[in-house]
């Protein structure tokens, strides 16, 4: 909950499971996520005494690409929702993947043939549960993201729509036209019946069913959470970048009005869109940053949380030898490798636990490394990144990031940034701020982190960390052919 001046007022929060049915499968519950929304929303009104009137409006961010399907009528959904790092239709995208339909795809949505992304997902969704493509080509399905559910449970099931940020991550909407793309829905045999309007990022969404909160609230502002990240950290000049570091890493840099295409397998995406106009956007997408060190508490129990890896490690020194490559889902931009798996290399006698741990923390550096990279072959490159993410709070991580990359490193006051990015988009749609550059005047940086590494220390440590990727990747694919 924010104040009129962006302060955070109240938080609440809750954890819910990951659902692991087979190697490489993700899914969450749906009741799981509307539940814990509902509760948490509801806590967090009760914690600081607000009555539902005195909220102007509410933003909603939410992982992205994160597929659910359910019955119009009923509003249950028909199979549980499959998350974005899920590579269950690897084999379908391969099957599918030509030099001309990948060309066609890139050209339309700016994104690539992928897993990764909610078509492939919808289309298993209907070819594998009993009864629904029948249902679909009847009507009677809906399709969304996160966001999507969320507001048709709000609503009571009388709005079914989401934002063109959410939209161009499904791979069926012309980030160009701004419409659902009928030759990508013929592609992949998904009914238009089944897809949500698409709005403004600040926009008039729908209003939440008086026996949600007890007084209707209006819904002014969605965005995908790297794009609500990107909002909240007031990057609206070209040439901007954030970087958040939640389960996965997302590095965006705001291109303006121009959709660039990249050719070194990077992302083009609608940054926001704000009365009717598009700014696009350059991101790099990598699949494992908390969600290592969540592996090394719960998977390893190396430690009991993750806060204790910062004085854990503050003596290790950089270059210690191990690098753990984290590719336990496959390995995001600008490999886009489906079957890579993790690995840990360079392990010795002196080899312990706050060796490993300090890997898994540089493992995201080097990760944002291959990203900045990749931009910088397309021409362009950040010199200053603000970063947000529940990682952040660590100065060692930040610390070996900036050294890393060579670059300034900002974490802003307000880390929630996510959060925050919404709460500016819905306090655009309402009027409480005026534009994008009163935003800009209100973001605070917290504390600047400036490299200190020579270029030889960090050319040598990243050539170190390349031929540990190349060579998990081709041990991968050894184990794959066996």
């Known amino acids: 909950m924010f104040t009129k001046d962006a302060d955070v007022f109240g938080t609440a929060q809750q954890e819910f499971l990951q659902h692991f049915p087979q190697n490489g499968w993700v899914e969450h519950d749906p009741n799981d996520i509307w539940q814990t929304v509902l509760s948490t929303s509801r806590e967090v009104l009760a914690k600081k ?7 102007i409006a509410i933003g909603i961010t939410n992982q992205r690409e994160t597929t659910l399907v359910w019955n119009k009528k009923t509003g249950k959904p028909i199979y549980n929702a499959i998350v974005w790092q899920d590579r269950r239709t690897s084999a379908y995208c391969e099957s599918l993947s030509t030099d001309e339909l990948c060309q066609t795809i890139s050209d339309k ?12 997902k919808v289309r298993w969704i209907l070819d594998n549960v009993e009864g629904a493509r029948e249902q679909a080509l009847a009507g009677e399905l809906a399709f969304g993201t996160v966001d999507t559910y969320l507001l048709w449970q709000l609503t009571g099931g009388k709005e079914h729509r989401t934002d063109a940020t ?9 980030i160009h036209t701004q419409q659902w793309d009928q030759e990508l829905l013929d592609l992949f045999e998904i009914p238009e019946s089944m897809l949500p309007q698409v709005m403004d990022s600040a926009d008039e969404f729908g209003s939440t069913s008086e026996d949600i909160f007890g007084a209707p609230i209006r819904v002014c502002g969605i965005a995908g959470d790297q794009q609500a990240a990107l909002v909240g950290h007031a990057c609206f000049e070209q040439g901007m970048a954030k970087s958040t570091y939640g389960t996965g890493c997302f590095l965006m840099l705001n291109t303006g009005e121009k959709a660039l295409t ?4 990077l992302l083009t995406t609608v940054a926001y869109r704000l009365n009717g106009k598009p700014t696009y956007a350059i991101e790099g997408s990598i699949f494992m940053a908390g969600a290592t060190m969540q592996w090394i508490v719960e998977g390893l129990k190396l430690l009991s949380h993750a806060g204790e890896s910062e004085s854990l490690v503050k003596d290790v020194p950089l270059d210690h030898g191990v690098f753990l490559v984290p590719s336990f889902t496959g390995l995001g931009a600008p490999y886009w490798d489906p079957n890579a798996r993790g690995a840990i290399l360079g392990l010795t006698r002196d080899s312990g636990i706050s060796t490993i741990v300090a890997a898994a923390l540089q493992s995201v550096g080097y990760q944002t490394k291959d990203l900045q990279k990749a931009m910088e072959r397309d021409g362009l490159r950040p010199s200053v990144l603000r970063v947000d993410g529940g990682m952040v709070k660590n100065n060692w991580v930040l610390t070996f990031l900036s050294n890393i990359l060579g670059a300034t490193v900002e974490r802003p006051t307000v880390t929630e940034t996510t959060s925050l990015g919404v709460a500016y988009l819905a306090g655009l749609q309402t009027g409480i701020y005026e534009s994008t550059e009163q935003l800009a005047k209100m973001w605070t940086c917290d504390r600047r982190f400036e490299p ?31």
Not at 49 to 55: F, L, N, S
């Open 49 to 55: 005494d607000v009555k539902p009137e005195e909220i």
């Open 109 to 120: 949505t700016g994104l690539l043939l992928d897993p990764y992304f909610s078509a492939t």
């Open 166 to 174: 959410n939209a161009s991550r499904t791979m069926l909407f012309n």
């Open 262 to 265: 990249s050719e070194n397998r």
């Open 452 to 482: 200190t590494m020579s270029a030889d220390e960090r050319n040598d440590l990243y050539a170190k960390w390349q031929h540990c990727v190349a060579q998990v990747r081709l041990s991968s694919d050894d184990c794959q052919q066996q």
